[in-house]
């Protein structure tokens, strides 16, 4: 939880100044192939000795749309979210993104292939500047080598003042671009949660995990958050797939809704069909009708 401060309640020290500027796609290098491809999860199972933390969970989050997974804890999320990035290895079933198979590749290499990810609790470096966390994202697409880059020889020179360039591009967008010279263990919880995003940018991929993007913010940085989610599937076609308990928010920004409960698949769908459905209801007790703040999500 490096630098993480949850500030909830006190007023803003960075104004949360948002400028939706159009972002152009992947103009600095890219990784994985061109344009959103379709994350296709099917049968996977997940099983830690006696326990069956996934069981057979199938679901397809369509090119450019916002999908949430939702469900109790404990219902498999996080371990979901695990296999698609690499972290775990599912006991059988199979991840196809954009004709890759996911299930046997290592974070690295998922990352490779576009997919971006965020954690529920903040991994930026909090004593180095947002510029300098974001240029750590694009690491990925540098091409120039170590040597070159530590002679700061010509080409190396060229391609960092590109790489810079887009940073400062993709920082305004995500409304942080007032503080790239600013370390990020000084900027409210809210803001160090949209530097983190825009890291995620910075990799310019075509999937982006999001954990838990809104846990622990007040209803001010939600929207904020909200709002950039939204704009950075109509503003880059990125498709995202996200993690988030705040059920307000999913049925608002979601497209498309999977829900796990004990490791089972028991609705997918439109927002507005899954909230009603009667298996839905049963696992949540009724709390898709009650206020965010009577189920302790601030
Ligand atoms: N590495 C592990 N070893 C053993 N059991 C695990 C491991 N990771 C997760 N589990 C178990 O798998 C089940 C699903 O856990 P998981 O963390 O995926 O749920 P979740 O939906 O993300 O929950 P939450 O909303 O509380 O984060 C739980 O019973 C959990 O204890």
Redesign the pocket.
Known sequence: MDGMTHRRGEPRAYPARRRRIPLRNQPVGTVGGDGPAELVVSEVT?R??G?T??DAVSFTVAPGSVHALI????????????VLSGV?RATSGSVRFGGAELTSLRPHQVAALGVARTF?NIALSPHLTVRDNLMLGRHRLTRAGFVSAGLRLPAARHEAVRHGARVAEIAEFAGVGDALSIPVGLLPYGVQKRVELARALCMEPRLLLLD?PVAGMNGGERREMAGLIESVRESLGISILL?E?DMGMVMRIADAVTV?D??RRIADGPPEEVQRDPEVVRAYLGDFGRPSDERGEA
């Not at 469900?71 to 999320?77: D, E, S, V």
Request: proline share 4%; charged share 10%; net charge neutral.
């Open positions: 997940v830690f000795a326990l933390a996934l469900g109790p804890n404990g219902a498999g999320k996080s371990t979901c979210f695990n775990y529920q838990e993690v308990h796990l004990f490791g």
